[in-house]
C-alpha cells in the first residue's frame, strides 16, 4: 500500500466535509431569497388588485 493514500483519503474526506456544509449554507440562502422574492411577489398582485379595483371605481363613476 502506498503510503501517500491514507493522507489523500482524509484530505479528500474533509474536502467533502466542508463542501456539504458549504452546500448546506448555500441552500438556506436560497431559500431565504425566495421566500423574500415569494412575499414581494404577493405584495405586488395585492397592489395591483386595489389598482384594478380602483380603476373600475373610477370607469363606472363616469
Known amino acids: 500500500m502506498s503510503p501517500f493514500i491514507i493522507p489523500l483519503g ?19 440562502v436560497e431559500i431565504d431569497v425566495h421566500q423574500k422574492l415569494h412575499s414581494k411577489e404577493m405584495e405586488h398582485q395585492r397592489k395591483m388588485r386595489e389598482l384594478d379595483l380602483e380603476l373600475e371605481r373610477i370607469k363606472s363613476g363616469m
Open 10 to 28: 482524509l484530505f479528500a474526506m474533509v474536502v467533502l466535509i466542508v463542501a456539504v456544509t458549504q452546500l448546506s449554507g448555500l441552500r438556506e
